[in-house]
C-alpha cells in the first residue's frame, strides 16, 4: 500500500519542487557571503571606518530581499542592526525609530527605501548609505531626508 502511494505521488511532487525552491532564499555560507559581491566588500571597509570614527549609519536598499543578505552580512560582522521594511507595523515603526534615536549601541538602521513614509525621523544617525538607487530620485531623496530632519545636530554624510 506504501509503495503504491509512493509510486503515485511521486511524480506530482515533482512539480512542487521548482515551486517550493524558488520561494526559498539561499544563502552562502556567512564566511564567503561579502567575497562574492564587490558590493558588500566596499560596504565592509565603509562600515569599519565609520565605527571606527564614532558614526551611526542608515543603509537602504529597494529590495527587501537585499535586507534578508544584509542582515546576514551585519550579524557576520557583529554589527548591532534593527531593521524596517513594509511589513513592520505602524505601532512597531515608532518603537523601531525611538530605540535607534535613544541607544547609541545600535550602529546601524537597514531600511528599504519604499518602506517609510511620513514621519520617520532617524536623527540618531549621521550617515546614509544607498546600497541600491531607487531610480526614481524622489524615493531616494526621501531616504535620504529620514537623517536630515529638525533636532540633527551632526553632519550628515551620504554614500552612493
Known sequence: MEAAMTAELR??????????????TQFPDPRLIQYDCGKLQSLDVILRKLKAGGHRVLIFTQMTR???????????HGHIYLRLDG???????????????MDARIFCFILSTRS???GINLT??????????????????QAQDRCHRI???????IYR
Open 124 to 141: 540618531g544617525a549621521d550617515t546614509v548609505v544607498f546600497y541600491d538607487s531607487d531610480w526614481n530620485p524622489t524615493m531616494d531623496a
Open 87 to 101: 511589513t513592520t507595523k505602524v505601532d512597531q515603526r515608532q518603537v523601531l525609530m525611538e530605540r535607534f534615536n
Open 151 to 157: 533636532g540633527q545636530t551632526r553632519d550628515v554624510h
Open 11 to 24: 511524480p506530482k511532487l515533482r512539480l512542487l519542487h521548482p515551486v517550493t525552491s524558488a520561494m526559498c
Open 66 to 76: 537585499m535586507l534578508d543578505v544584509l542582515e546576514a552580512f551585519l550579524n557576520f
Open 116 to 118: 517609510g513614509g511620513v
